[in-house]
């Protein structure tokens, strides 16, 4: 008897080591993004990228995965410049606007979200270790725009919906 696997993914060359045909033999559809906006299966989006002067060279990465040593990210990147450059992008682009900014680790979404607090813009980690009730009225406080800002650590990366949520910093 043989089982039936069928893959779904947005990205399905993450990279060279990951890609969903490394796990799948056959591809029997595909959709590019211009299509899906076109049938308005997804909305569509325009992409902002700004050039930081983070300098990873001393990061570790793992061997087998290519992925960056989250350890070693998160602690260039709280010596970085980098969330206060992230507090003026979104003053300059979004103020006022409902969003989510995925982080490195859990310390990094609550240094992150603590730093956007500090600067008078409401945000909140969330987390997998999270108390469930403290979690789930921070996403509550998220989708009615009381905080602007949702930080996590691959907590929220798919299925969420917030409908008012209109960016996201990755």
Do not use: W
């Not at 890609?19 to 992409?47: G, W, Y």
């Not at 603590?114 to 406080?141: H, L």
């Amino acid at each position: 008897e043989s089982d039936i696997v069928i893959g779904f993914t947005a990205t399905d060359k993450y990279s060279d080591k990951k890609c969903l045909m490394r796990i799948l033999n056959k591809q029997i559809h595909r959709m590019s993004i211009k299509e899906a906006i076109d049938l308005q299966l997804i909305t569509p989006f325009s992409v902002i990228t700004v050039e930081t002067k983070v300098d990873l060279s001393q990061v570790r990465t793992d061997f087998s995965s290519g992925d960056y040593n989250r350890h070693d990210l998160a602690e260039t990147l709280a010596h970085s410049s980098l969330t206060k450059d992230a507090i003026e992008l979104y003053k300059r682009h979004f103020h006022k606007d409902v969003g989510i900014i995925s982080c490195c680790g859990v310390d990094h979404a609550k240094a992150v979200a603590s730093a956007f607090s500090k600067a008078g813009i409401p945000s909140v980690a969330v987390y997998g270790e999270m108390d469930d009730n403290k979690r789930t009225k921070a996403i509550e406080t998220h989708q009615t725009g009381e905080v602007k800002i949702l930080t996590t650590a691959k907590l929220l990366t798919g299925g969420y919906d917030n409908p008012i949520a209109s960016f996201i910093f990755n």
